[in-house]
């Protein structure tokens, strides 16, 4: 099991100094005890997620002040931009990172974000995949056919070269068309058990790997991630009363995004309408089922089987959410026992052990 770290809910619309203190600083932490990779997003118009609208610009930085750990979005909304534009961006950061760059895929999921590229919501999957293969071209040097403002097509190639001959490519899934999709393709797959369980999650990763057998990719070569909301403590009950309000306040912030999720699907809800206990109420409902075989929140018993029940869903990597809490410290003196965790699943004795 393959630990990273991920990045989402930072709160972008204070005016607070640092705002960038924890994702520097667990950076260095990742670095140094040999973390996988780095995800930042790609979010807009939103606190939630607030502090990351490009993962080109804070990968940039990210590869300034590392050296071997990958640095990942998590994800580019493809439909939002031209592919010619990602190739670019991103060649430049594969070169300052000399050549450590991942890229995950979404098709959008909040309406708003498409002021962006209004003409691209209505048919947002298929220019999704679309936009990948344009730049996967592109990025292997090849030249693909624009149009330039008078309508004539012409042949067109990306600079700088990234050091990478071929991009590794993730693939956002939640729905099940989407997971044997990314298998048809060959890419990674980048999850969440935000719209499911554990169990549901699992059968959708199985039929990923059988479809990508189908099409002539090896299903051992291509790897799972699930991102996880995570505090490793020493004991449950303390990192849950620890977490406690952190978490509250992180759902408030998303309670506001769930507004503009349903106004996407034509339904309309205000939580002007919730009376204060209903919403404390709804907090503390909601944080009691995340705890509850959706998250690395607990102690390192806890956690560890809720690691264990991933390797038995076939996820290869924990890609561990630490941002929901905005007390850097707190955050921060969490990680040494994450590391613990860590360790123990990829230590030689374990893997020996399950050899025999």
């Known amino acids: 099991m393959d630990f990273s770290l991920f990045y989402f809910s930072g709160d972008g619309s204070t005016d607070q100094p640092d705002k960038y203190r924890l994702l520097l600083e667990s950076a260095k932490f990742a670095e140094l005890h040999h973390f996988s990779a780095l995800w930042t997003p790609e979010r807009h118009f939103h606190p939630f997620g607030g502090l990351y609208p490009n993962p080109s610009l804070t990968s940039a930085a990210l590869a300034m002040i590392t050296e071997r750990v990958r640095l990942r979005a998590g994800s580019v909304v493809m439909p939002l931009h031209n592919p010619a534009r990602v190739a670019e961006e991103w060649a430049v950061v594969d070169n300052l990172s000399q050549g450590r760059v991942d890229l995950a895929f979404a098709s959008g999921w909040t309406l708003d974000d498409f002021v962006l590229s209004n003409e691209s919501y209505g048919n947002r999957k298929d220019t999704m995949w679309n936009g990948i293969s344009a730049l996967q071209k592109l990025w292997a040097g090849e ?5 330039d403002p008078e309508g004539k097509a012409f042949q067109l190639k990306t600079f700088p070269k990234p050091l990478q001959p071929e991009l590794p490519t993730w693939i956002v899934c939640q729905s099940t068309n989407t997971f044997l999709k990314a298998g048809e393709v060959g890419a990674n797959v980048l999850t969440s058990l935000l719209s499911g369980n554990l169990e549901e999650v699992a059968a959708q990763i199985q039929g990923y790997r059988q479809t990508l057998a189908e099409h002539g990719h090896d299903p051992h070569a ?3 991630a699930m991102m ?3 505090f490793v403590g020493d004991d449950f009950d303390t990192v849950k009363e620890q977490v406690r309000q952190p978490f509250y306040s992180y759902l408030k912030t998303h309670l506001g995004l769930l507004e503009q999720l349903a106004k996407g699907l034509n339904v309309n809800i205000s939580l002007k309408e919730f009376s204060d206990d209903d919403i404390n109420s709804l907090l503390s ?4 089922g995340w705890l509850k075989g959706r998250t690395l929140i607990g102690s390192q018993e806890t956690c560890a089987t809720m690691v264990k029940r991933l390797e038995q869903a076939g996820v290869d990597e924990a890609a561990c959410l630490i941002d929901f809490n905005p007390d850097v410290d707190a955050v921060m003196s969490g990680l040494p026992h994450l590391k613990e965790l860590k360790d123990n699943f990829q230590s030689p004795t374990r893997r020996m ?3 025999y």
Do not use: G, S, W
Request: hydrophobic share 45%; proline share 6%; aromatic share 12%.
């Open 353 to 355: 052990a399950e050899t």
């Open 285 to 288: 409902f909601a944080y009691e």
């Open 222 to 224: 291509k790897k799972v």
């Open 228 to 230: 996880l909301h995570t």
């Open 143 to 147: 030249p693909i056919e624009l149009l």
